[in-house]
């Protein structure tokens, strides 16, 4: 089950970060011409930068999951029970497990020679 985890947060983040089919909302989020990074007070440039991160996206989508009782976090459920606390802590360690599959997968892919991610 954690296998199948780890495959559908990267798969959905470089799909969403990535391919064609998650460019519509990429597209909403436009990145400025000649843009190093977003201004302190740039929330739609930041937000542009962060939707083409398959790491940051991964967060997102492994935390998103924890809705659905998916994730490395959920043995916690029986300590913590059904609490709105509780959901929040496993989201936020789900999230974090999701950002650290995909750094991996983006280590090996690069290590093997695959374009710049």
């Given at each position: 089950m ?7 947060v990267?798969g959905?983040?470089?799909t ?8 519509p909302?990429r ?6 011409d ?11 440039v ?5 939707i ?8 997102w989508?492994s935390?998103l999951?924890?809705l659905?009782h998916?994730g490395p ?6 300590l913590?029970?059904?609490s709105?606390?509780?959901l ?8 974090f497990a999701g950002?650290?599959?995909?750094w ?5 892919l ?5 374009d710049?991610?």
């Amino acid at each position: 089950m954690l296998l199948l985890w780890m495959l559908a947060v990267y798969g959905i983040a470089d799909t969403v970060s990535k391919a064609r089919v998650g460019a519509p909302l990429r597209r909403r989020f436009p990145l400025p011409d000649g843009a190093n990074g977003p201004g302190p007070d740039d929330l739609a440039v930041t937000f542009a930068h962060l939707i083409r991160c398959p790491k940051c996206v991964g967060w997102w989508v492994s935390a998103l999951l924890t809705l659905l009782h998916m994730g490395p976090a959920e043995a916690l459920s029986a300590l913590g029970g059904g609490s709105i606390v509780a959901l929040a802590v496993r989201a936020v360690l789900n999230g974090f497990a999701g950002a650290a599959v995909c750094w991996f997968v983006y280590v090996v892919l690069h290590k093997l020679g695959a374009d710049d991610l």
